[in-house]
């Protein structure tokens, strides 16, 4: 039966409006010319809330997900699964790009713990890569990446992403098929140049630096603090009184040789002395703009570099917690077209801010640092309160949105204080006895007989 309601259809999303409010979506689908010519049930507005609660309820399929956003009516069905595939192809991938582009902001302010150095934002670039589903149409936009054994298993995406350190918010986000032209991380980081400001601290790993790049950011009048590989050739110019040293850093060996085009940096070295940890007795390597040994101290400085670990932390919010692979969904990704999966990785991005922009006002309401609340807690109250929230804005519904607030800042981690904690870069299975799987296995002819016409009986 179809649905016939002068309501909104997707009716338990009302709370989302809280953080990504309803004119905004209608001035997105107006600016991308999604404009409906029939009354139908998946309008461009149902398919693109559609989409975003898919960035949310990440653990069942799309028809259970139209479920789960919409109460029970006596007598109706829900959209076929094919009905709703074909209302995400119709409404593409422009409206959710832009949304995510609008809607995802910056969250901190000068007074949330952890999110400020001095008069600076922390910011931080890094990159990860995903497996999507293994069809024809995925392994020809994206790739397989390489191995000595032949291709892997799934095509993949890379991803690189910036990342406001002090909320886990992703500001923005560029991605490409591994092997497509121009996808390491070098190549892509530049495109989300144009969301720094001069006002902001980035901080980044040492696979992202290049001369280039550098320059790139200084004429944007960024800060930055920096590891580098220690093979980099650093000439001390003038030695500081904490131990680090200014030196210049050259576009080319020649330009070193006759010290021109150079620029200057500050340049830390250091070394950790604990057994336990990774890294000790290895030689460490921070380039840095903030010059002045004084004001900003290398201790302080080579342990602020270190924050830059929170973004390994929200890839593991989105891969292990959000969106994890399990028996139905064995790639990171879901979509089986180069189409749907660049609109999912948009409207994951839309839901891993939606749990950190509701986690960043619980904690606002008591001053609580957002490092202290469960990410994993934040996001399963979420799922399970969004069906109670009254449909209509006003007062019920105000009501409603502090309560799921106050609730949310009770979903503490087990710490009061962030632990002392290391993590080894191991895998504890590394290879398969199992033969690698070819071409040949990927697409086996139907069968010709039956199991029991391939049985010889053995005398």
């Keep these: 039966m ?16 809280q953080l990504i409010p309803q004119p905004l979506v209608q001035q997105v689908l107006r600016q991308t010319g999604r404009r409906d010519a029939r009354r139908c049930t998946l309008t461009h507005e149902v398919t693109l809330w559609l989409v975003l609660a898919m960035g949310l ?17 006596p007598g109706e069905d829900a959209p076929h699964r094919s009905s709703l595939c074909l209302a995400r192809q119709r409404l593409g991938l422009a409206p ?7 809607a995802v902001r ?12 001095q008069r600076w934002r922390l910011m931080t670039i890094d990159g990860t890569v995903l497996d999507v589903p293994d069809t024809d149409a995925n392994a020809a936009a994206f790739g397989y990446p390489g191995s000595g054994r032949g291709h892997g298993a799934f095509p993949q995406v890379r991803k690189v992403s910036l990342v406001e350190v002090g909320t886990h918010v992703e500001l923005a986000f560029v991605a490409k098929g591994v092997r497509a032209p121009r996808s390491g991380e070098q190549s892509l980081a530049p495109a989300l140049f144009r969301y ?33 590989s220690n093979r980099l050739v650093l000439k001390p110019r003038r030695r500081l009184a904490d131990g680090s040293f200014l030196a210049k850093i050259y576009p080319s060996a020649a330009d070193r040789a006759r010290d021109q085009h150079g620029v200057l940096v500050r340049v830390l070295r250091y070394t950790l002395d604990d057994p336990q940890r990774v890294g000790q007795g290895q030689e460490h390597v921070l380039l840095t703009t903030l010059r002045d040994a004084r004001r900003h101290p290398a201790r302080a400085l080579i342990v602020l570099y270190h924050e830059r670990w929170e973004v390994e932390l929200v890839y593991d919010e989105g891969k292990t917690h959000l969106d994890p692979r399990r028996a139905s969904k064995p790639a990171h990704l879901r979509s089986g077209t180069p189409a749907g999966v660049r609109q999912e990785l948009y409207a994951l991005s839309l839901g891993h801010f939606v749990v950190r922009a509701a986690m960043a006002r619980a904690a606002a ?25 009254p449909r209509h804005a006003g007062p019920a519904q105000q009501q409603w949105y502090q309560g799921l607030l106050a609730e949310l800042n009770r979903e503490r981690t087990d710490d009061a204080v962030r632990r002392n904690r290391i993590n080894p870069r191991v895998v504890k299975c590394k290879m398969s006895k199992f033969a690698k799987k070819r071409p040949e296995h990927r ?3 139907p069968l010709l007989q039956t199991f029991e016409e391939s049985v010889v009986l053995l005398h």
Excluded at 379 to 384: G, P, Y
């Design 365 to 389: 309401l008591t001053g609580t640092d957002v490092d202290r609340l469960s990410f994993t807690g934040c996001l399963q109250t979420l799922r399970a309160r969004l069906a109670e929230c």
């Design 57 to 73: 309820f990440t653990d069942v399929p799309i028809r259970q997900v139209f479920k789960r956003a919409r109460r029970l009516h």
């Design 96 to 102: 959710v790009r832009q949304l995510c582009e609008r």
């Design 443 to 445: 697409r086996p002819p």
């Design 106 to 117: 910056l969250l901190a302010t000068p007074r949330t713990p952890g999110a400020y150095y």
């Design 196 to 228: 720094l400001r001069p006002d902001m601290l980035l901080v980044w790993d040492r696979n992202f630096f290049s001369f280039s790049l550098w320059k790139r950011l200084l004429r944007r009048r960024v800060q930055v603090l920096a590891r580098v």
């Design 2 to 17: 179809p649905i016939v309601d002068a309501e909104r259809v997707l009716d338990r999303l009302a709370a989302l409006e």
